[in-house]
């Protein structure tokens, strides 16, 4: 079954054409980084101090 589902999706993609084809606008995958590596930033600054606390 798996083998017909790849057959058939390759089939669609050499039909159609896939070239620029993305799932979000090329700016979107910017803003989605920014925010991803902001959230990062903050959870590794809320740590900052949690060793001298003791």
Known sequence: MLNALVA???AEESAHGWEGHLPMAPIAFGIVAVCI???MLIV???FKS???RH
Do not use: Y
Request: glycine share 8%.
């Open 8 to 10: 058939a999706q390759t």
């Open 37 to 39: 590596l902001l959230a």
């Open 44 to 46: 590794t600054w809320s």
């Open 50 to 52: 949690v060793g001298n």
